[in-house]
C-alpha cells in the first residue's frame, strides 16, 4: 500500500481505499494524498468533498481507480 500511496502523493492521481471508521463502518473512498504519516494519511476524499484524515491502521485495502470499460455493439452475421 505505501507504494500507491506515494503514487497518489507524487503524481496527484486518485487511488481507492476500503476504510474502516471507529465505528466499524467500511466504506470505500476515492482520494488523493496530500501528506504521508507514520499512523495517517492525509488525502483529499471525493465523497466527502474536503481533506481528510485517515488512520493508517483503518486502512483496509488500496489499489488504483478502476475503470469503466464502455463495450461495443458487436454486430453477429448467423
Known sequence: MNGLFQMSLEEKKPIVIMYMTDDRVIT??????????PDYIRAYCFKRGTLRTFKRDNILAA???????????FKTAL
Request: hydrophobic fraction near 25%; proline fraction near 5%.
Open 28 to 37: 470505500d473512498r476515492s482520494i488523493i494524498v496530500r501528506k504521508i504519516h
Open 63 to 73: 489499489s488504483k481507480p478502476f475503470r469503466k470499460k464502455k463495450y461495443n455493439q
